[in-house]
């Protein structure tokens, strides 16, 4: 084992080519340009500088096919030059093993003439690891990049000890790894660049265009602390090729233990981690942060989310069809309007440990045994003080406060007309992927069509659906199923950080956008929805007047002033709509009929019950409600009621005809019809419930140019209930039609409108 002195690169480069394992090459201080090597030395040699306090330094290092290099108190200088990209990566190890970075810096630089709001700003990765084996990071400093350290395909890869700071985007990056320690580094003080849609990650995995599982994975011990630099997420493992259907269980993140960090940020996600087979996260602490709003990119946060302050407190977010999940023993402080319900994922999953999670109201109460201080250099921003151990909390499947609970055990009738919802309706028939995710499908149930969800990873996407991005009032009306009565969670319509519905239980979660509670949950409780009988939700919300209402199958389920809504730029940025849900909760069932309209028309509740409310078992539009608005056409629309009549009969046979009439028969009414007529079709529907039958008569023009086809509404009044059916005469195929096309057109959608 021999050590070598060397001054220059040259002379460096002749010491490498005649090093063998357990040699020590020895770097006066100066600056030896760029290495690059693919030799094989075995059990190692050592890269050192003489002088540790005036270290030797690199601009660039390439390493590929190498093995057995240790590097110990180099400074891995970068600089920038015209023509680099934001993704320059001055420091690389491909293809090698065995290589060690230890007591270095890894210094970046600033973009200078890219534009695009980069100029001023950190770019490129400070290290890169590709397909090597065997790469540790150990008590150094890297500071000043886009991103700090990615590794990828690679296999135990070691980050120890480091100070990691000045990340325009991300600390640390893994993607299909195996064995990977992340210990007792200090990740703080990011500086993104504000207005550029900048989005770090402290310490980020994820899988996107992978084919192999990240697995034994721990990040322990680590301290991660905005400090006075920009907001980021902080432990970040989604699984993308699992959540958005493209792969199952084979996927999964495998063995990961997160335990013992302490987080003090301002991002909901503090700990989340997607689907996962052997997850511990026990002992961290999160700390809710005040943000430096002299950061330019903090105030652009603030601007947006200052009033949505729940998006600023880190909590632990797991993906409910993880397997062998433990979660015990975390502790959360800052932010008091939120209480011990800072994790979610939970919804009583037989191989799920969760216990002694706990919320304290400053961090100076958190217990020394909750969480750990870490090392990188720095202390801990948690003081512990001892305290009693906290008792065990199972936190509600709620997402992501735990919402009130309400129990309106007999919800009140709607009275009084039930307005229309017609700004966009969803015609399933139409649904094809990408907008199917991985096992939809579109099924017919009676004659409507829905979406048939399997409750493993599969939503419908319908975009964003710009018209309604600016409406601070919002109404939507759906119809589901679910096809087992198992009372799990079920996220149903769903716009991210804005409004959804989840089915949970026996009732419902509504969430909603507001300007000072996140986005919040609010539980509506007893409803009877556990079972598989289909059912009609609408939501209607008025952040102006700041009011909720929830009527379930055609009754007032939840009213609700007071609380301060706020839906415009709430996320900031538009995730658009969902059917079922990307991120767990998924719905094992059917769902459609969704009707938005950029309104919010509330209805007064009466202690009646509703006429014939179980016709609402059916997937149409059975609620209580007077005529329809007026539809515009060439002509005047026309309504008047019909009589029972004998011409041109259409006969619909339905089993769903017995019920209704059995209901007509009980109540003793005559049968009472309106039609609201269009320009196409002049039609009369008469209901017989001495024949349990519904006789459709029409008289209709010969031809009708689809292209000028006005939308036409059925209304059939029965008693008290009505039950209406939009649809345009230009759905029939063909660009001219028949009086016979027509007929068909119109029995059609007669029987959509009472049977569907």
Request: aromatic share 8%; proline share 4%.
């Amino acid at each position: 084992m021999a050590t070598v002195s060397v001054s220059n690169a040259d002379q460096l480069k002749s010491a490498l080519a005649n090093a063998k394992a357990g040699d020590t090459i020895l770097l006066a201080t100066g600056n030896y340009g760029a290495l690059s090597t693919g030799n094989d030395y075995g059990t190692a040699i050592t890269i050192k500088s003489a002088n540790p306090d005036a270290p030797a330094t690199f601009s660039s290092v390439s390493l590929n096919g190498a093995t057995g290099i240790t590097f110990d108190s180099i400074n891995f200088d970068y600089k920038f030059k015209t023509g680099d990209s934001i993704d320059v990566s001055p420091f690389e190890v491909f293809n090698s093993s065995n290589i060690t970075f230890r007591n270095s810096t890894f210094d970046g630089d600033v973009a200078k003439g890219l534009g695009g709001g980069s100029d001023g700003y950190a770019l490129g990765r400070g290290l890169v690891i590709g397909n090597s084996n065997g790469v540790t990071v150990e008590g150094s400093e890297i500071k000043n990049f886009m991103r700090g350290v990615f590794a990828y395909e690679s296999q135990n890869i070691k980050v120890i000890d480091n100070d990691i700071s000045g990340m325009r985007s991300d600390g640390l990056n893994f993607t299909q790894v195996q064995g990977v320690l992340i210990e007792d580094n200090f990740i703080h003080d990011f500086r993104a660049a504000a207005g550029t849609g900048d989005h770090g990650d402290m310490i980020q995995f994820w899988t996107s265009g992978t084919t192999k599982p990240s697995t034994d994975i721990t990040i322990r011990g680590n301290t991660l602390d905005v400090g006075q630099g920009s907001w980021s997420q902080s432990i970040f493992m989604r699984n993308e090729v699992v959540d958005q259907g493209k792969a199952g269980a084979s996927m999964y993140y495998q063995n990961v233990l997160i335990e013992g960090n302490t987080i003090k940020n301002a991002h909901t996600h503090g700990i989340t981690v997607g689907e996962t087979d052997g997850l511990v996260v026990q002992n961290n602490v999160l700390v809710a942060a005040t943000l430096n709003k002299s950061n330019g990119y903090n105030a652009e946060y603030i601007a947006d989310f200052g009033s949505n302050a729940g998006i600023m407190v880190p909590r632990i977010i797991l993906s409910s069809p993880s397997d062998d999940v433990v979660l015990k023993n975390n502790a959360f402080s800052g932010a008091t309007y939120f209480t011990t319900d800072r994790t979610s994922g939970f919804s009583n999953q037989s191989d799920w440990s969760v216990s002694g999670n706990k919320y304290y109201a400053d961090q100076g109460s958190i217990p020394a045994s909750a969480g750990s201080s870490g090392s990188g250099g720095t202390p801990t921003p948690v003081t512990p003080a001892p305290a009693p151990a906290p008792a065990p909390v199972k936190p509600a499947p709620v997402d992501p406060v735990k919402p009130a609970p309400v129990d309106p055990v007999k919800p009140p009738a709607a009275s009084g007309p039930m307005p229309v919802l017609d700004d966009y309706r969803l015609d399933a028939a139409k649904l094809t992927k990408p907008g199917l995710v991985d096992n939809a499908k579109v099924v017919t149930v009676g004659s409507q069509k829905m979406v048939q969800l399997d409750g493993s990873r599969d939503y419908v996407d319908l975009g964003r659906l710009k018209a309604f991005e600016a409406s601070e009032k919002i109404s939507f009306e759906f119809d589901y199923s679910r096809d087992i009565a198992d009372g799990k969670d079920a996220r149903l319509v769903w716009n991210h950080m804005k409004y959804g519905v989840t089915a949970s239980g026996d009732g419902l979660i509504l969430n909603v956008a507001t300007a000072k509670e996140g986005f919040k949950a609010i539980r509506i409780d007893k409803l009877g929805l556990n079972d598989t009988d289909m059912h009609t939700i609408r939501v209607v919300l008025d952040s102006k007047t700041d009011r909720m209402q929830v009527i379930v199958d055609g009754k007032v389920a939840y009213d609700h002033s007071g609380t301060d809504l706020k839906f415009v730029g709430a996320s900031g940025y538009e995730h658009g709509w969902t059917l079922g849900a990307p991120w767990d909760r998924y719905l094992d069932g059917k769902i459609g009929g969704l009707e938005i309209e950029a309104k919010a028309d509330f209805v007064k509740a009466t202690t009646a019950t509703a006429t014939a409310a179980k016709i609402a078992v059916t997937p149409t539009k059975a609620v209580a409600t007077a005529a329809p608005k007026a539809v515009e056409t060439k002509e005047p629309v026309k309504t008047k009621a019909a009589d029972i009549s004998t011409k041109a009969k259409v006969s619909i046979d339905d089993p769903m005809a017995s019920k209704l009439a059995a209901v007509l028969k009980a109540q003793g009414d005559a049968p009472k019809v309106a039609v609201t007529k269009a320009e196409a079709t002049k039609t009369k529907v008469v209901l017989d419930h001495t024949a349990d039958r519904v006789v459709v008569t029409y008289d209709a023009p010969k031809t009708h140019d689809a292209d000028d086809a006005a939308p036409a509404r059925a209304q059939v009044k029965i008693g008290d209930l009505a039950i209406s059916h939009f649809a345009h005469i230009d759905n029939v195929i063909g660009d001219h039609h028949t009086a016979d096309t027509i007929a068909d057109w119109v029995s059609d959608m007669a029987g959509h409108s009472l049977f569907g």
